[in-house]
């Protein structure tokens, strides 16, 4: 059976990846809206993994609103959550049988409410998992701790694969770093090296 | 890690395991009450998937006050509840790293809840997993059909290995048969033979 994750390059979502892949023919999957060429650390951080890659293009105008919306909130939260939708509306539309997320359980965006899931999977006929859903967030780190190596730091010097920096670089076009700054506080991120050490 | 999954010899908490065991030392926990020994059909069917089991005792007095509740109500939904409440307390105090279920995302009960996870997780320094907690009915079906040997039918006619054996017979104590097929209209049991064939 073939699945679409979405996946960043970090460590939530590699980890989901291990934990479908005695299941599923995992294939990463990386939403760009063509702002930035960021989608290649995620390419990267893939092939490290030894999964296939794929990456598909979102709209723009998904990028433009969530940009505007993140200004005006001062916070990243509503934006995020409008993007991932979209992404996981995309990945649904590939060949494939099911889509995946690395959506934890302690995780306040994005979410995927018990209807939405319902709701993608009726429209698209997949099915979606979120295998991190019910772990927190000790759970998580113990596991990626175990079985991946992992680079994290603030998000402006950490590698990021994910739509996270196109949208930082829309901010900052329109409203320049103090606005980047502004909506994204301290934000820690998380870059996959490759696996664990044994 | 050592991890303790909650286990009936079902096709849920087996599918929990196998999600589970690429991780943890997984160790299948089954609660009895003393009542009946149903449990044994737990044993052996981790005996057959080559697990290591354990029973554990739970307290009497829950399942009393559980087959009470469940005749009063005419379903089983509360009892069902407070039994899998204590039966995870009580995996929670073994020396393990980490409890889990086979909580699915569109089960209407056993539900735990994210602050009861939380709680559970602070008092007992554990993790808590719920490995299907993302994934649908459909998805856990599939899952099911590829991985696994499973029996199902009306519950009467399929060995269990949880303490739902024993809330039947408890009930049956005090109403009879009627008062099992009123709380137990036909609800569907499955019972895990093994691994699919490959």
Chains 1, 2 share one sequence.
Do not use: C
Request: proline residues 4%; negative net charge.
């Amino acid at each position: 059976m073939d699945l679409a994750l979405l996946f960043s390059g970090g460590k939530d979502s590699t980890l989901a990846g291990l934990f479908l892949d005695s299941f599923y023919d995992v294939r990463l999957v990386t939403g760009r809206f063509g702002v930035t060429d960021d989608w290649e650390h995620a390419a990267a951080a893939a092939d490290r993994l030894g999964y296939p890659f794929e990456a598909v293009d979102l709209d723009r105008d998904v990028a433009e609103e969530a940009a505007a919306r993140m200004r005006e909130d001062g916070y990243p939260r509503n934006g995020i959550q409008r993007v991932h939708e979209h992404a996981l509306e995309r990945a649904a539309d590939l060949d494939v049988d099911a889509v995946a997320d690395g959506t934890r359980r302690d995780d306040r965006v994005p979410t995927v409410s018990r209807a939405q899931a319902q709701s993608l999977e009726d429209r698209h006929g997949v099915d979606y998992l979120s295998p991190l859903a019910g772990l927190g967030r000790h759970a998580v780190d113990r596991l990626v701790d175990e079985n991946l190596d992992v680079e994290t730091g603030p998000s402006a010097e950490i590698p990021k694969g994910d739509y996270e920096a196109e949208l930082r670089e829309l901010i900052a076009r329109e409203g320049g770093r103090e606005a980047v700054d502004r909506v994204f506080p301290d934000h820690e991120q998380s870059y996959v090296r490759g696996f664990a050490d044994d």
